[in-house]
């Protein structure tokens, strides 16, 4: 609004002498600093403590009220955070489930622009339990929540996360200062704390990532998030607000981004908790962090190498042969050459040299991703068929093809892949056509096509789906009493391309595929719209 109010008064100005000629420019002046407010991205922030339900038989909290002081503070601190919009909930009546999830729902009504950075803080007990489809889910421990009955009473995290994720900016940032493991800041009923006892090796929440920009945890899943009375906080509380007095701005732009506010509290708590709390965080929209928890960007930032790819939790960066941080995380280096590593224990992932600039942030995962091969030569083997079964009937029967494909994983950028397969056969059946005896006849096929597909990635696992362009062409051959010849049609089919692949002994994988298409082919003086489905399993080399 203060952009267009602005663009309205220079245009109004510019119109006010009917005497200028035609393009003559009009000066505005605006106060020093006038345009630079007008054009600053808005900070809000939601900051919400639970320190007690209603049923006592969850344990009261000692610090959640002076978490939320401390938070507030430093985010409303002119010189710190400065926040224009700060809203806190700890009442009672203020942290029920329905109210929590109405603050949200206005946050989202306030905040409407893109670049507005947004902050929900949660700083309460978390317990879990069987959602309404039986899986264990995550809940908040809302003041309206009841013990023997928190997944009808408590507020999930999975609709906490949905409500937040219909902010319209893309700046947001979720901190829960909880936990779900049982100690620490978590409550669980009986039956619950028993199935944990059962389960063997570690376990991941079960719902659906968070749409929210960020997430940053207190404690890693399964871990206690824990209060401390020397501290007069909770311990990733603390250290969080430490990092957003400035502590934190690890590159020294001048500003505390989300993610350099998370590795100081994350590495604090770490250290304080001898090893047992590791704070987490779960970033949706990678890429320059443009999340300011604090300050401003007042001058080019030292460069800075991180990584908050999953896939890379617990690789040590090495710059020049000295460890910096484990990842996920980040480190600030002096511009110029660097030789980085990413090491976990005596296997080398990867060892380039790089040119890094003042101010740029270079995602590890790019270095990861520029050694790992990324063309793939397959050879395939699998079948098609049309879908309704009168064109199998009368055209052509479902039938097997072998072919090749070369696959281009990460073009434009690391999550695209491009495909390009041919592939064919040939055979002889036979055709039903109306009640009369089956028609013999031999056929040969060949099709080619070109695949873009969006890649998700996983370990070893590569899932995509996209579009698909391909070329059929059929040639039918009669050798009958009444008619001896060959018939052939071609089409172009549009349709998609769905798949997946594992990697093995770290280049060899294999992978299957599925094609669903639409083609229309001229058959016997008719043209007839029909669907074909093809599907293959291929083995391939990557290089």
């Known amino acids: ?34 345009a630079d407010s007008a054009f600053e991205a808005r900070r809000f922030a939601l900051v919400v403590g639970i320190p007690r339900a209603a049923d006592d038989r ?20 002119p010189l710190g955070g400065r926040y224009q919009n700060v809203t806190t909930l700890l009442t009672e009546a203020q942290t029920t489930k329905a109210a929590l999830l109405e603050a949200v729902h206005a946050l989202a009504a306030q905040a409407t622009r893109p670049d507005d950075i947004v902050v929900l803080y949660v700083s309460a007990h978390g317990t879990l339990a069987r959602d309404g489809r039986g899986e264990l889910a995550r809940y908040l421990v809302t003041s309206d929540a009841d013990f023997t009955h928190p997944a009808q009473t408590a507020l999930s995290i999975a609709e906490l996360q949905q409500a937040f994720a219909t902010v319209p ?35 991941r929440p079960l719902e659906e990532s968070s749409r929210a920009a960020m997430v940053l945890s207190a404690s890693d899943f399964g871990e206690p998030a824990r209060e401390d009375e020397g501290l007069q906080n909770d311990v990733y509380t603390h250290f969080l607000v430490e990092a957003l007095t400035g502590l934190g701005d690890r590159n020294g732009d001048g500003a505390v981004m989300a993610t350099e506010a998370h590795d100081w509290a994350r590495r604090k708590t770490w250290a304080f908790s001898n090893g047992r709390q590791r704070p987490s965080a779960e970033i949706i929209e990678v890429g320059a962090d ?15 190498l991180f990584s908050y790819a999953q896939r890379l939790d617990g690789f040590a960066l090495k710059v020049d042969g000295e460890e910096r941080t484990e990842l996920p995380g980040g480190a600030a280096v002096t511009a110029g050459r660097h030789v980085v590593e990413l090491t976990k224990g005596p296997d080398l992932l990867v060892r380039q040299e790089v040119a890094l600039e003042v101010g740029q942030r270079l995602d590890v995962q790019e270095l990861v991703d520029r050694a790992e091969p990324n063309v793939a030569v397959s050879l395939l083997a699998g ?31 690391s999550r695209f892949a491009l495909e390009l397969d041919g592939s064919g056969f040939g055979g002889g059946s036979s055709l039903q056509l109306g009640g009369s005896a089956p028609v013999p006849f031999t056929w040969v096929s060949g099709q080619g096509g070109i695949s873009l597909a969006w890649t998700w990635r996983w370990r ?56 669903p298409m639409l ?25």
Not at 11 to 20: D, E, G, I, V, Y
């Open 1 to 34: 609004m203060t952009r267009l109010l602005i663009a309205t008064a220079c245009l109004a100005l510019s119109c006010a002498h009917t005497s200028l000629e035609k393009g003559g420019a009009v000066v505005v002046s605006l106060k020093k600093g006038q």
């Open 58 to 77: 969850w344990r009261a909290l000692q610090f959640a009220a002076k978490d939320v002081e401390d938070v507030s503070r430093v985010l409303r601190d």
């Open 169 to 203: 900016s893309k700046r947001r940032v979720l901190v829960l200062a909880t936990c779900h493991s049982g100690g620490g800041k978590s409550l669980l009923t009986e039956d619950v704390s028993r199935e944990l006892a059962s389960l063997k090796g570690p376990m």
């Open 290 to 304: 443009p999340i300011i928890l604090s300050g401003s960007i007042s001058r080019e930032g030292k460069p800075e």
């Open 383 to 413: 079948g098609f068929a049309f879908v309704d079964q009168k064109s199998r009937d009368e055209v052509l029967p479902g039938g097997a093809n072998v072919g090749a494909s070369i696959r281009f994983d990460r073009l434009f950028g």
């Open 460 to 515: 070893a696992l590569s899932f995509w789906a996209g579009p698909r362009v391909a070329g059929l062409w059929v040639q039918r051959s009669f050798s009958l009493p009444a008619y001896s010849g060959q018939q052939t049609a071609f089409s172009m089919m549009p349709g998609a391309w769905l798949g997946g692949a594992v990697t093995f002994a770290s280049r060899w994988e294999f992978s299957l595929n599925l094609q």
């Open 519 to 543: 083609t229309v082919l001229t058959v016997d003086g008719a043209m007839r719209p029909m669907g074909f489905v093809g599907g293959w399993a291929a083995a391939g080399y990557k290089f």
